[in-house]
């Protein structure tokens, strides 16, 4: 089983910006597609971003150009930087990890983005 923890959460004000971490518990990090999911209240979970070890990086448009995902193998940790945050981004932000037949996630961390 893979356990995955974020953290780097917290409040911000409109155009700031945030780097999110999440570790990974995995014996085998490098196969695994991670991802970045976010989540607000009364809305369903939507994909941020995605960076698999081998493939196209991709984004959900309301981002793209904004945040930046990356992954450190070595550190078996993907990371989020999110710029130019606006009140809309407010959410749960959840790590993901997929593999073959597995599907993982963390507990999320909460981002703020208000005045």
């Known amino acids: 089983q893979v356990q995955l923890v974020e953290s780097g959460g917290g409040l911000v004000q409109p155009g700031g910006s945030l780097r999110l971490s999440c570790a990974a518990s995995?014996?085998?990090?490098?196969?695994?597609?991670m991802g970045w999911y976010r989540q607000a209240p009364g809305n369903q979970r939507e994909l941020a971003a995605r960076r698999p070890s081998g493939g196209s990086t991709n984004y959900a448009d309301s981002v793209k150009g904004r945040f930046t995902i990356s992954r450190d193998n070595a550190k078996k940790t993907v990371y989020l930087q999110l710029n130019s945050l606006k009140p809309e981004d407010t959410a749960v932000y959840y790590c993901?990890?997929?593999?073959?037949?597995?599907?993982?996630w963390g507990p999320g961390t909460q981002v703020t983005v208000s005045s």
């Open positions: 995995a014996i085998i990090f490098r196969p695994y597609t």
């Open positions: 993901n990890a997929r593999g073959g037949q597995s599907n993982y």
